[in-house]
């Protein structure tokens, strides 16, 4: 059974939030609440998030502040960030959100099935990274275990083979997701979203190189999680 994802919802208007819980429930995730820039930080210490949504305006810490809290917290840096906004100053505002590290911005009103799709790229990559980094975990068990020959030896390749294929596939609807929205747009949000997905998958890659026998890698560093 694949435990679902945590998706974090900021806003400090309760209407907002019950809003973006109707958009989202579809995704059949866990919608965690936060009604502050600080609420938003508290939750982020236990849990772990497959992307935040997060309001600019909010009186206290507002979005930009508690986008750069979150990027300069080691454990929480990678968990993507889309910036919600009533508002729009133009271009000078909205390189202000990609600057503070959000891989998309998106103004009020929104189109509701664009959100949801967003969210779903960044829910589906999370359960992938998650879902390799336990079968890596339980590769790396075995190797340490000396399985070295026979039925572990098969066991282990076969493991590798597996891991490999899964993250082939995440890489190439990653590729698939990149060449549509290059087609349909060539704005700033597009290159963040495509960068942040590049990293990911080449720290997975990574990972899983290290893993294969001959390779003198020891025991690989998994890449963060988001």
């Excluded at 967003?118 to 998650?130: A, D, Q, W």
């Excluded at 495509?194 to 990972?207: I, S």
Aim: glycine content about 8%.
């Amino acid at each position: 059974m694949v435990q679902k994802a945590k998706i974090l919802l900021v806003d400090d208007r309760p209407e907002n939030l019950l809003a973006l819980e109707a958009i989202l429930s579809a995704l059949d995730q866990t919608l965690v609440r936060a009604s502050s820039g600080e609420e938003a930080l508290k939750a982020l210490l236990t849990d772990d998030f497959a992307v935040i949504l997060l309001d600019v305006q909010m009186p206290g810490m507002d979005g930009f502040e508690t986008a750069a809290h979150i990027k300069r917290r080691e454990r929480t840096r990678d968990i993507p960030i889309i910036f919600l906004t009533a508002i729009n100053h133009g271009p000078h505002h909205t390189f202000r959100g990609y600057a503070a590290g959000a891989v998309d911005y998106i103004s009020k009103p929104f189109d509701p099935w664009v959100l949801r799709a967003k969210v779903s790229v960044f829910v589906e990559l999370y359960t992938k990274n998650c879902q390799l980094r336990e079968q890596a975990a339980l590769l790396r068990l075995q190797l340490e275990g000396g399985g070295a020959g026979g039925e572990g030896s098969k066991e282990t390749a076969g493991l590798l083979a597996e891991l490999s294929a899964r993250l082939a596939a995440v890489e190439e609807q990653a590729e698939a997701l990149t060449k549509q929205l290059g087609e349909e747009s060539a704005d700033a949000a597009v290159v963040a979203t495509a960068a942040h997905l590049e990293r990911k998958l080449t720290g997975l890659r990574r990972a899983l190189d290290a893993l294969e026998p001959g390779t003198g890698g020891g025991t690989p560093m998994l890449p963060a999680q988001g």
